[in-house]
C-alpha cells in the first residue's frame, strides 16, 4: 500500500510528535543531552498542535499510521521529520517536493530551511545550498544548524 499525502488534522498532533521525538533520539549527530533538549519527551507539549496548524502541513499517512510530516511557512521549510524505519525511502524528498511545488503557487522565488547536521545532507541533494550556519537554541543548549536556500 502506498502512503498518502494530505493535509493536517488536529487529532495527528500526538502522532507527528511521535514521529519527531523518535527521528531526533536516533539522530548520531547530536548528544544524548542536545536530542533530550529537542524532544525532551514522548508527548506533544501544549503548543505543539498550534505549531501544526499556524503553517500549511502535509502529513504522509499509510494504513492510518503518521510516516512523516511537512510544515511550511511563508517561504521556509519549517518542519520535516520521516519515521526512523521509513527513512531513506525517498519520504523526505517527496516532503521537500511538496513544499517546493506549494511555494511555487505562492509566487516565491526561492525557499528556505534551518535544517539539522542529519537533514543538511537530504536538503543539499535536492539541491539546497548554506546560505550561513545558523545555530538553533534549544532548552539552553545550542544546536547546530545551517540556514539553506534553493532558488525556485
Known sequence: MRAELIPFEPGWAQDCWTVLFLAVRRLENYTQEEKKAWAPGPFAPPEWEARLTEG???????????????????????????????????????????????????????????ASLASRPLFLAQGYHDVQPLPCERDGLTLTAFWMEKAI
Open 56 to 114: 500549511w502541513t502535509r502529513v504522509l499517512v499509510e494504513r492510518g499510521q503518521v510516516l512523516g510530516f511537512m510544515t511550511f511557512i511563508e517561504d521556509q521549510i519549517e518542519l520535516l521529520y520521516v519515521r526512523p524505519e521509513r527513512q531513506r525511502q525517498g519520504w523526505g524528498r517527496r516532503l521537500i517536493q511538496v513544499a517546493e511545488q506549494e511555494a511555487q503557487a505562492r509566487g516565491f522565488h526561492a525557499i528556505h530551511t534551518q
